[in-house]
Structure formats: C-alpha cells, structure tokens
C-alpha cells in the first residue's frame, strides 16, 4: 500500500496549547459545538466540559454516556451522580444516558450499545464541529464511538469538523485500579478480518501497549490471539525517564523464558521493542503503520500480514493506535474492565493532567486530496 497515510500531516495541540486552541477556536461565533463524553466517576468527566463551555456559551450541546457495570460501589455512583449534575449545569441542552456495559450472559457489549445509542440520538445538520472526550470512556467504549463519529462527519465533508480530545493524567490513572472480566474480545467494529477463513494463514504480528498492573489481560491476550510474534509498545521518551525501565521489569519475564521454561513467553527481544513519545499520538500512529507497510512486502506472497493492537496504556498515546487501527481496519482486542475502584485522596483540580487534542476531520483537511480517499 503506497499511498499517503490520512494523517500525514495532521493537526494536533497538547497542553498549554492545546488549551489556547479550545479557546480560540471554540470562541469564534459560527461554531456549533456538539461534545460527546462520559458521566461517570472519572473527576476527568466534566474537565473539557467546563471549558468548552466557557468557549461556547449556549453554543455547546452535549451528549454523554453512563457506563453502567455491575457492583458498582456507592461511592463510584456518588461520584458518578456529582459529575452528572455539575455536566447538566454546565450545558443546559445535554442528554445524559446510561449503557449497560455487559449484557445478560456477562459479554462486554458497551461499546456496540453506546454506538447505538448514539446513532438514534446524533444530530448533524446544524453541527459545525463534534467533540469525543474521551478522558472518562473506557476503552471498550472510546474506539467504536471514535470510529462512529469519524464516519458520521466525513459523510458530510469538510463541512463538519470531528476532534478528540483527552486529559491525559497519569496522576488519576494511577489511582484507579480495574477488575478485568476475563474475557478477551475484539472491540465493536474493529474485528480487522480475525476470525475470518483467510486469515488463518497470515502472519499474526501483536502490538500490546503496556501499562501497569496489565499481566492477567496481557496473558489472556496472547493466549487467545496466539500471534506469531509480539512487539510491545514502551513509552519513550516520556515524563516519566524510567517509566519505560519500569514496563520493561514488570514484564520482562514474559520476554524469553528463563525462570519457568513451560510459561508461554512472547520471544521478544530489544530489537521487537516499539519505542514511542509519550506525548504524541501521532508518534506511535505513524510507527504502526511503518511496521505494518514493511510486512506486508515481505509476506504479500505467504499468506499476508495482520496486525492485532492492543491499547493497555495511556489513553494519550492509545489514539495512535486507534487512528492506525480505523485508517487500515486493524483488529483491536482487549479485556473489559467489570469493576473499578478509585482512591479517595485524589485531587480533582486536575493541576497535574495535561490537554491533548487531535483534529480527525473536517476543514483543516479541506484542500488534502487525500482526506477524501479512502485508506
């Protein structure tokens, strides 16, 4: 595949920046601004609210979704309940509903639901601009509806703009500490061909993202994909200098087998090792879509390349993989979360978290021919 990537030259802001871009650009009086976000315990959940809102004055409409999961704690839903209500006083014309993250036999359906409720409840034709903040989605949830409004808004051109933006918070993430349900699935409308017959003789390359605290899910993963071989994604450089160190000695065991030669272990070495900047999606986008290129040269004649995407870290740097992963139809495959627990002490000033914007489509792209192809 030769043609250009679809976000070569693509717009995105961080930090101060991306704050002086919300407020300029917002401002201006011809937007009509629709944000799509979560309502739920995340202090995160009404961050670009507020600003928007300062922004947009009644120019803001809002549409946010409730993940409900089962034995939820009374203090989630306290906290859940607190950010509904300060969303509703933020934006008046808000529609604020719940989706059951699991249907009746316990399989992660979140995000096939929050993508229906959206399709019945978004309207477009007097939108200028659509907003994903996807700070307080879960993951099972962010990527379909991303990929939904990518498709919804390019429907109509330049006409209407599509962003994503997301606090980027490592202080929160760490305080938030999740139960996997033990079931690996590949998220609504990112199978990729994976269970497909003529995928049987593709070379199956797996690209987790690692995060902390990741191994049950990651075992899971690799057992289920059984992928031929494994390129973990490490943050680098990042805030943090050792936080890729870090990855590296928690998971390392899993690297080659050494303590316990009847584990199954990835045979990873540090040349596998996909090395991405911490605070730029695009980074990591445009790495994914090298290695993919380069192996569809060596195995286009042994039964093709496919590439599985697994976003296990900071949501920041997981938009990488999921414009990659809606740009070339990758599969992408997970675990959802059945419980979180989230530590009191937490500040919800957010002084710590950062930003980050991504402008997926619409008029900045107006005169790039290649926005209107398809990848």
């Given at each position: 595949m030769n043609m250009r990537p679809r976000w070569e030259r693509c717009i995105h802001?961080?930090?101060?920046?991306?704050?002086?871009?919300v407020d300029d650009y917002f401002s201006r009086g011809d937007r009509q601004t629709l944000l799509i976000g979560g309502a739920g315990f995340d202090p995160r959940s009404r961050a670009i609210a507020t600003q928007l809102s300062k922004a947009c004055g009644q120019r803001l409409n809002g549409l946010f979704i409730r993940e409900e999961r089962p034995n939820a704690t009374d203090g989630l839903r306290e906290k859940a309940d607190a950010n509904d209500a300060e969303i509703r006083k933020l934006i008046p014309l808000v529609d604020i509903f719940s989706v059951d993250v699991f249907g009746i036999d316990n399989a992660p359906v979140g995000g096939r639901r929050a993508t229906a409720e959206l399709h019945k409840r978004m309207k477009?034709?007097?939108?200028?601009?659509?907003?994903?903040?996807?700070?307080?989605?879960?993951?099972?949830?962010?990527?379909?509806?991303?990929?939904?409004c990518f498709e919804a808004t390019k429907k109509f051109g330049s006409d209407v703009n599509f962003h994503i933006v997301v606090v980027d918070d490592?202080?929160?993430?760490?305080?938030?500490?999740?139960?996997?349900?033990?079931?690996?699935?590949?998220?609504?409308?990112?199978?990729?061909?994976?269970?497909?017959?003529?995928?049987?003789?593709?070379?199956?390359?797996?690209?987790?993202?690692?995060?902390?605290?990741?191994?049950?899910?990651?075992?899971?993963?690799?057992?289920?994909?059984?992928?031929?071989?494994?390129?973990?994604?490490?943050?680098?450089?990042?805030?943090?200098?050792r936080a890729g160190d870090a990855l590296i000695a928690e998971y390392g065991d899993l690297f080659e087998a050494i303590s316990?030669?009847?584990?199954?272990?990835?045979?990873?070495?540090?040349?596998?090792?996909?090395?991405?900047?911490?605070?730029?999606?695009?980074?990591?986008?445009?790495?994914?879509?090298?290695?993919?290129?380069?192996?569809?040269?060596?195995?286009?004649?042994?039964?093709?390349?496919?590439?599985?995407?697994?976003?296990?870290?900071?949501?920041?740097?997981?938009?990488?993989?999921?414009?990659?992963?809606?740009?070339?139809?990758?599969?992408?495959?997970?675990?959802?979360?059945?419980?979180?627990?989230?530590?009191?002490?937490?500040?919800?000033?957010?002084?710590?978290?950062?930003?980050?914007?991504?402008?997926?489509?619409?008029?900045?792209?107006?005169?790039?021919?290649?926005?209107?192809?398809?990848s």
């Open positions: 802001h961080r930090g101060s920046d991306a704050e002086e871009f477009l034709e007097s939108v200028t601009d659509v907003v994903l903040d996807c700070s307080a989605l879960s993951t099972g949830v962010m990527f379909p509806l991303a990929r939904y490592p202080k929160t993430d760490a305080a938030i500490e999740s139960t996997s349900c033990g079931k690996v699935s590949q998220l609504h409308t990112f199978g990729g061909g994976l269970t497909l017959d003529q995928s049987d003789s593709a070379a199956k390359l797996w690209l987790p993202q690692l995060g902390t605290d990741c191994r049950e899910i990651l075992r899971l993963i690799f057992e289920d994909v059984a992928p031929h071989a494994v390129c973990p994604i490490i943050p680098f450089p990042s805030g943090n200098p316990d030669p009847m584990t199954p272990t990835w045979s990873v070495d540090a040349r596998d090792l996909v090395y991405t900047h911490e605070r730029s999606p695009l980074d990591l986008y445009r790495s994914v879509l090298r290695i993919a290129n380069a192996r569809e040269r060596v195995f286009w004649q042994a039964g093709g390349s496919q590439l599985i995407l697994s976003p296990l870290g900071s949501k920041a740097v997981g938009i990488g993989l999921l414009m990659a992963a809606i740009e070339r139809d990758f599969a992408v495959v997970s675990v959802e979360t059945i419980e979180y627990r989230f530590a009191d002490s937490v500040d919800e000033d957010f002084a710590n978290g950062e930003l980050v914007h991504v402008w997926m489509n619409g008029e900045a792209y107006r005169f790039d021919g290649e926005q209107d192809v398809e």
